[in-house]
């Protein structure tokens, strides 16, 4: 399974960084992502990084303000958020797939539990 870490409350125009590394055995993806889940919305897809490589994606609404990164070593993924927004307070998920570099949930086998961002005004 994996672990987010470094969710809080934040000021708009403020940053957090997220951290998402394995909590049991490790292993080595073929893609790592965030997910991102507002009250009342569906989950939606934020970045994704393909490990070997370090190609990444990004949603429309996060290019240019947040950042994914990779530690191959550690299997530990990033997420640097910049310019904040109260439109990106949800819970953010961290996943792995082991087979695909997509941006439906669908094809992520492994997950987090979920780590939340909250966006003051």
């Known amino acids: 399974q994996l672990k987010e870490s470094g969710g809080g409350l934040v000021q708009r125009g403020g940053s957090l960084r997220l951290s998402c590394a394995p909590s049991?055995?490790?292993?080595?993806?073929?893609?790592m992502a965030w997910f991102r889940q507002a009250p009342g919305k569906e989950r939606e897809f934020v970045a994704l990084?393909?490990?070997?490589?370090?190609?990444?994606t990004y949603a429309d609404s996060v290019k240019g303000r947040f950042t994914i990164s990779r530690d191959i070593s550690m299997t530990t993924q990033y997420l640097q958020m910049n310019g904040l927004e109260p439109e990106d307070t949800a819970v953010y998920y961290c996943?792995?797939?082991?087979?695909?570099?997509?941006?439906?949930?669908?094809?992520?086998?492994?997950w987090g539990q979920g780590t939340q961002v909250t966006v003051s005004t």
């Open positions: 990084i393909h490990w070997e490589s370090g190609t990444t």
């Open positions: 996943a792995a797939a082991a087979e695909t570099y997509d941006v439906d949930d669908l094809g992520y086998d492994v």
């Open positions: 049991g055995r490790t292993f080595r993806p073929y893609t």
